[in-house]
């Protein structure tokens, strides 16, 4: 069994909660990326990542990214071929997982139960403990495989979570976007967040415009 500890484990407690991180081959690393930097900041939470070789590729394309800078923000780091690594046996406790982004393979992978490497093989014992798996699915349009998919995992118990952005909190950059949708994840895992505050009904508005 071969799994890589960045400087971050050295100083993590044994009681902390446990959150496996998995980045796949779809548009949105920057998803993975803020979701490791945002549980890094609660003391409570240790970090477990996997990323597969097209996440990889995406962390390049998109933020500049190598596997080593990537790997720093977790406590702990196991290669997407390990299948023999901790996360992979449901005797491995943890919170739950979530696979941001999550491509349309992984989907069809987890969808099937094929366990073929170690995030689909994680998300199949998350599944079967019963614990919360939170996909962050990017594609768009979607076909009827895809929904297909979805709802299978839905049905299993997952969470389809796109990471549509929302704007009735009149987010000013696309990193407030990225933040309020990686909140609303943390805050579906049960972790305390700040970033996507509580919504407490529409603002005042004034004239008697009623329509739709």
């Not at 071969?2 to 998995?22: D, F, G, M, Y």
């Not at 780091?77 to 999550?102: Q, Y």
Request: proline share 6%.
């Amino acid at each position: 069994m071969h799994q890589e500890q960045s400087p971050l484990n050295r100083t993590a407690p044994p009681a902390r909660k446990r959150i496996v991180v998995a980045i796949s081959g779809a548009s949105g690393a920057v998803y993975g990326v803020r979701l490791l930097q945002m549980l890094a900041e609660l003391d409570e939470v240790e970090t477990h990542l996997t990323v597969s070789a097209a996440g990889l590729l995406n962390l390049q394309q998109e933020l500049g990214m190598n596997r080593e800078q990537l790997e720093r923000l977790a406590h702990v780091s196991h290669p997407v071929h390990d299948v023999g690594a901790a996360i992979a046996s449901g005797s491995f406790r943890s919170e739950g997982m979530v696979v941001a982004p999550c491509s349309m393979r992984t989907l069809a992978a987890i969808a099937h139960g094929l366990s073929d490497n170690l995030i689909t093989r994680c998300a199949d014992v998350t599944l079967k403990e019963r614990r919360r798996l939170i996909l962050m699915v990017r594609e768009s349009p979607l076909n009827l495989a895809h929904l297909r998919n979805m709802t299978s995992v839905t049905e299993m118990g997952g969470i389809v979570f796109p990471p549509v952005p929302g704007f009735y909190h009149r987010p000013q950059t696309i990193a407030q976007m990225v933040d309020q949708t990686v909140s609303r994840v943390i805050d579906l895992l049960g972790l305390p967040q700040t970033e996507a505050p509580r919504w407490s009904g529409m603002a005042p508005t004034t004239g008697n415009d009623t329509g739709a």
